[in-house]
């Protein structure tokens, strides 16, 4: 069942609206209009106790006056591009530096930033869409979005992007939740170093001081990148590590073994006993420990594409579509 409820006004006196997909047990996933962001996934526990395992704020304001991505959409262009530019048919564009030098996350109106228009799909979907015009945040073509969300009986979360855009553009979705599988009350949780993670990723791209994976390919056999067989979060957190040492932790992409709609990581809250799998058909996921206090999955093609033409395109042409789909399964 979806139910529609307000969510408050925001700073520029836009309303709100929250869509509630609940399940006949009491499960339920949240997500607000602005940003087509994921505020509440509310999942039984190991004793059937219903926990929220997202970090997410009350009202919309909440979200406005926040930042930092919170469970939201993240468009045109999730993770970064170096030097904040990109070539396109001989053509450079020029985007936001808003991450030092380089380009964060779709600039500082992003698609995380904005408002989408909510369609009730069905008793388990809801379908957030936006047309996003040419050169809104410094991207070329005017690129028509979507993303439709599925809670389904499993307490399954699936995400489904497409887009379509008039003109050569680039385009790179990704959600931005951060999860505390041993439950949250929106705005603090706990600490998630006990956490178990495994992530079916046998290289990472390595990177630079700011993050900009350098092009090199990096295997995780050996270093605290390896998570082909669960290990505490924490387990190797502060570990002696030139790449766990540019963002004290983990801010990393992993390049996902395998193709098509797959399994990518699998995390298990130590205390809750809840286990989210993380499944999709895209290449890479970011990890990110954030404060520690939570982490995120974010599904996406490599970042710093403009840098690295040799890895998996994130160009998408004139009429093509862009199709993709990510899904988190608790139980």
């Not at 997500?31 to 526990?45: K, N, S, W």
């Not at 855009?165 to 041993?182: E, G, K, P, Q």
């Not at 540019?246 to 801010?251: E, M, S």
């Not at 093609?301 to 990510?326: H, S």
């Amino acid at each position: 069942m979806v139910t529609k409820l307000p969510f408050g006004t925001g700073i520029d006196g836009e309303a709100a609206s929250l869509y509630k997909i609940e399940n006949a047990d009491g499960s339920y996933a949240a997500i607000t209009d602005y940003g087509a962001t994921v505020t509440q996934i509310v999942v039984p526990d190991k004793s059937g106790v219903l926990r929220n395992v997202v970090m997410g704020h009350s009202d919309v304001q909440g979200y406005q006056k926040a930042g930092g991505f919170w469970g939201a959409t993240i468009g045109r262009v999730g993770n970064r591009l170096g030097a904040s530019q990109f070539e396109i048919n001989g053509k450079t564009y020029r985007v936001l530096a808003n991450d030092g030098p380089n380009h964060l996350h779709g600039g500082a109106k992003g698609f995380d930033k904005r408002m989408w228009e909510g369609e009730i799909v069905d008793e388990n979907s809801v379908k957030f869409s936006r047309i996003s015009p040419d050169g809104e945040e410094g991207y070329p073509g005017t690129l028509t979005v979507s993303v439709t969300f599925t809670f389904d009986a499993d307490h399954r979360l699936t995400i489904a992007y497409h887009a379509v855009s008039d003109a050569d553009t680039l385009c790179n979705l990704t959600n931005h939740s951060y999860f505390n599988l041993n439950g949250t009350t929106g705005e603090s949780a706990g600490l998630i170093l006990g956490h178990l993670m495994q992530i079916n990723a046998a290289r990472m791209t390595a990177c630079s001081p700011d993050l900009l994976p350098t092009g090199e390919l990096l295997p995780v056999d050996g270093t605290p990148f390896d998570f082909r067989t669960p290990k505490p979060i924490g387990q190797d957190i502060d570990a002696d590590n030139i790449y766990i040492s540019y963002p004290h932790g983990y801010d990393h992409n992993f390049c996902l073994d395998g193709e098509g709609f797959r399994q990518a990581a699998v995390t298990t809250g130590d205390e809750s006993g809840i286990t989210m799998e993380t499944w999709t058909d895209l290449p890479g996921m970011q990890f990110f420990s954030s404060n520690r206090h939570s982490f995120c999955l974010e599904s996406q093609c490599y970042p710093n594409w403009n840098q690295n033409p040799q890895f998996p395109t994130i160009l998408l042409k004139k009429g093509d579509v862009y199709a993709t789909k990510t899904a988190y399964w608790f139980h």
